[in-house]
């Protein structure tokens, strides 16, 4: 990204030179990137002679079109609702992030009492080559204290072109405390296909996700007889509003269907409620969760 950005300067700054501030960027990039407009806007007040040729203002539009483009696509890892309700999906948070979130369960699986989990993390890398999310778990909330029972996971991602990503991760590859959690391995790629071209508009963005993985992705059978063996996962997530997206998500051993909203567009606070074993295949009777997360750029 920081590539992208420092040759997206040059050919601003030379877009801009003699141009008028303004005179086609439109505000969402403007205040996108302001650091890189404000230079340009004392040139361009310094000489306001010279109108820009039709040519010049096509390259112009081309230009932020492409950042546009950018800026959405980052938007897909950091920005936007919830792809899944329970099982992984390709991107994930690079060096410069870190996030927050808690998970509630109103009753646990073949159980009746409540439960939660707060999970915090942060990046490692550039996505753009390899990077590494590491995630730190508490498991215990209600009744014990914070931090006696957890987990840490990893996962390293790697963005490809064409909006297409991949990773390979270990759910609770540490453990501690008394846990009935058990560490998972598993793969997965994942694919964002554009059906429109700004994800303002409605049913702008359709994600896939397709995953092997061994632990929690086995079926019940499977975890109930200690059968060593790999499991398929997916979800599928259409974003049908800029601040909502509907999902369907199988974790290898039931479906999860849920709905994940941005309610503030100005503070990225992430509020997903779902419904857990549908289908009836797990577990004793469908359940309601509900997670609420948020992350921080630096």
Do not use: C
Request: net charge negative; glycine share 10%; proline share 4%.
């Amino acid at each position: 990204m920081n590539n992208i950005s420092e040759k997206l300067k040059g050919k601003f700054l030379q877009l801009f030179k003699g141009l008028l501030a303004g005179s086609v960027a439109s505000s969402v990039v403007l205040q996108a990137t302001v650091s890189l407009a404000e230079p340009a806007v004392e040139r361009s007040q310094a000489n306001t002679s010279s109108s820009p040729s039709p040519e010049q203002v096509r390259e112009l539009q081309q230009q932020i079109e492409s950042l546009q483009d950018i800026l959405d696509l980052r938007q897909i890892y950091i920005g936007s609702p919830a792809l899944s309700g329970g099982s992984p999906t390709a991107f994930g948070a690079d060096f410069g992030i870190v996030f927050a979130g808690v998970g509630y369960q109103a009753r646990t699986r073949f159980g009746d009492d409540d439960d939660a989990a707060i999970a915090a993390g942060f990046g490692l890398g550039n996505r753009e080559e390899v990077a590494l999310e590491v995630t730190v778990t508490s498991f215990s909330t209600f009744r014990s204290t914070f931090g006696d029972t957890g987990g840490i996971s990893l996962k390293a991602h790697r963005t490809l072109p064409n909006d297409f990503a991949v990773a390979v991760g270990v759910e609770n590859a540490i453990l501690w405390g008394d846990n009935d959690s058990e560490t998972s391995v598993y793969g997965v790629a994942s694919k964002i296909f554009r059906l429109k071209e700004s994800s303002r508009e409605p049913f702008s963005r359709l994600s896939l996700s397709l995953g092997l993985g061994n632990g929690r992705f086995r079926s019940e059978d499977d975890i109930e007889d200690e059968n060593g063996t790999i499991n398929i996962f997916s979800n599928v997530s259409l974003r049908v509003s800029e601040p909502v997206s509907v999902f369907a998500d199988w974790t290898g051993q039931d479906l999860n269907l849920g709905i994940s909203i941005l309610p503030f567009p100005n503070f990225p606070l992430v509020i997903t409620p779902a419904l857990q074993d549908v289908t009836g295949n797990a577990g004793d009777g469908t359940r309601l969760s509900l997670s609420v997360g948020t992350f921080y750029r630096f």
